[in-house]
């Protein structure tokens, strides 16, 4: 039975040396910058709009394309909803829906998920006047 164990040990260790050996394509984080929404903007609950972001020069193999789109106030990352999510992060822009259950603020941000986080400007989100 030891035999059997050890084998099988030598073995195990002999596969999992040769897959961490396989090469792997190079593949970079794409950052790319949130364009709009930007200082000096200011949203309404309840509105829609678009967020926009710079595509230009993506790398050639980029780590993760599926993209989503957070709202961030003052230190905390709002993540229970996704603004959107399941875009291409080429896209360059994805329409969004402030919500509804949200106060007004002068702190909020927008984080663009994709390789890593992203986050916009500093804007503003006011009570919509109906």
Not at 90 to 115: M, Q
Request: glycine content about 8%; charged content about 20%; aromatic content about 10%.
């Amino acid at each position: 039975m030891r035999v059997s164990i050890t084998n099988f040990c030598i073995g195990l260790f002999a596969m999992i040396t040769m897959v961490s050996a396989v090469p792997v394509g190079k593949r970079e984080v794409y950052v790319p910058p949130v364009l709009h929404p930007h200082n000096g903007i200011v949203w309404k609950i309840g509105s829609a709009y678009n967020v926009t972001w710079n595509t230009t020069n993506p790398p050639k193999q980029i780590t993760n394309t599926i993209g989503a789109i957070y709202l961030r106030k003052g230190n905390l990352t709002l993540l229970d909803d996704p603004l959107a999510s399941n875009f291409s992060i080429l896209d360059g822009r994805a329409e969004i829906k402030v919500p509804s259950n949200i106060s007004a603020g002068k702190d909020y941000r927008i984080v663009l998920f994709g390789d890593s986080g992203n986050w916009s400007e500093d804007f503003e989100i006011e009570e919509s006047r109906h």
